[in-house]
Nanobody
Framework: QVQLVESGGGLVQAGGSLRLACAVSGRTFSSYGMAWFRQAPGKEREFVAGFRWSATNPNYADSVKGRFTISSDNAKNTVYLQMNSLKPEDTAVYYC???????????WGQGTQVTVSS
């Protein structure tokens, strides 16, 4: 069993930054990849950023490319999402997810709220 716990959300002004963390526990930090999703009120959950251990570079949604950075610290079993130049449209609940295979996410965190004020 794997558990994912997000933290680091909060209220920030437009143009500010936040760093989200996803602590991975339960057995081992073993996965095909890791990703961040977000869901704003009234909207569908959308992919934000992700990486695969076998890939050279991470992947980002066009809306966050150049502003967000996904990374990991394997010694701490933690995945991060550095969010810079935040915009009000970034406001959402952010979830981390473990990718078991291509497009298959088997574990999800509880989410952390990010609110960006104008």
């Amino acid at each position: 069993q794997v558990q994912l716990v997000e933290s680091g959300g909060g209220l920030v002004q437009a143009g500010g930054s936040l760093r989200l963390a996803c602590a991975v526990s339960g057995r081992t930090f073993s996965s095909y990849g890791m990703a961040w999703f977000r869901q704003a009120p009234g909207k569908e959950r959308e992919f934000v950023a992700g990486f695969r251990w076998s890939a050279t570079n991470p992947n980002y949604a066009d809306s966050v490319k150049g502003r967000f950075t996904i990374s990991s610290d394997n010694a701490k079993n933690t995945v991060y999402l550095q969010m810079n130049s935040l915009k009000p449209e970034d406001t959402a609940v952010y979830y981390c997810a473990k990718e078991r295979g291509v497009g298959r996410y088997d574990y999800w965190g509880q989410g952390t709220q990010v609110t960006v004020s104008s």
